[in-house]
């Protein structure tokens, strides 16, 4: 945020709960932006073709032009205090209304009211749905903004605008937080699984034997080790095998059968057929050269 002045223009602050406990809320495009405070009950999200779901104290955060339907999920009714905001004031930021419209039905007059959505140069890939461990101060401000919309006292239009930037900036710390907290975590697990496998080179592993060593499931320790390395865990483990057997190869006088058996191959054949296959030669050529 710090690349930009931003000058907000707080539409709409309402708390809301839903009457209906079979909610829908068919596809529509909005022309600003509106942040949903989930404070019970559960909701499915459909953004441009995407899912996702949201549960209490989660946010929600809409976007200018990008269709949206939204669905509550079990048996509480949806609590929903929301404000819609614009990020920089313009000419015609009182004119904007809230359409429950599907981009087809909006007038082509009207088209001039979409705000230029600018929340990915603040704040780079910020998904819709945020699930924020330290949510309690947003909350609070979040609320306080509702209550200054309704009072409507003397001042209120500035402080709104104060107090919203105070409450998204703290939002997209604590996103921002978050993220970095989480890549670090997925990191930690992929350098667990990088450690256990180069300290069993001489051993056949198996996912299973990598899951319950670190205990992670063996899907999650997947997708994370190759987020970081590139490949699976057990490819990584056999191009390593490979390489260490290619260094004894070449600086030692072992014989390939007991390289083979140092590198974790049951038998020379085995050895043989999976050096061959990366190499494209033989244990035996790739020594002579």
């Not at 330290?134 to 001042?155: A, D, G, H, P, S």
């Amino acid at each position: 945020m710090e690349n930009y002045t931003l000058t907000p223009y707080v539409r709409l602050a309402w708390d809301d709960t839903v009457k209906d406990l079979y909610w829908y809320m068919k596809p529509r495009v909005i022309f600003d932006y509106e942040i949903i405070f989930l404070q019970d009950g559960e909701v499915d999200l459909m953004v441009e073709e995407e899912h996702y779901h949201a549960a209490p104290t989660d946010f929600i955060i809409l976007r200018p032009m990008k269709r949206h339907s939204i669905r509550s999920v079990g048996k509480e009714k949806v609590h929903q205090p929301h404000i819609h905001f614009d990020l920089q004031q313009d000419e015609y930021s009182s004119q904007v209304y809230i359409p429950f419209e599907d981009l087809d039905h909006i007038p082509l007059a009207d088209h001039k009211l979409f705000r230029q959505d600018i929340l990915d140069e603040i704040c780079p890939n910020l998904p819709p749905v945020l699930h924020l461990k330290n949510y309690k101060r947003i909350q609070e401000l979040f609320m306080t903004i509702i209550r200054e919309k309704e009072t409507r006292m003397v001042y209120s239009e500035p402080l709104v605008n104060g107090l919203f930037l105070q409450m998204l900036s703290l939002l997209l710390r604590e996103y921002t937080i978050n993220n970095v907290q989480e890549k670090n975590k997925n990191r930690d697990v992929a350098w667990k699984v990088q450690e256990y496998l180069s300290q069993n080179l001489d051993k056949n592993i198996s996912l299973d034997d990598i899951s319950h060593h670190i205990h992670v499931s063996k899907y999650y320790l997947c997708h994370e080790f190759k987020q970081v390395f590139g490949v699976p865990p057990i490819q990584y483990h056999q191009d390593s095998r490979i390489e260490h057997a290619k260094y004894l190869l070449t600086t030692t006088q072992l014989s390939i059968g007991t390289i083979a058996e140092t590198v974790g191959f049951q038998n020379i054949y085995s050895f043989s057929r999976a050096f061959k296959k990366k190499e494209h030669v033989s244990p035996s050529v790739y020594r002579i050269h």
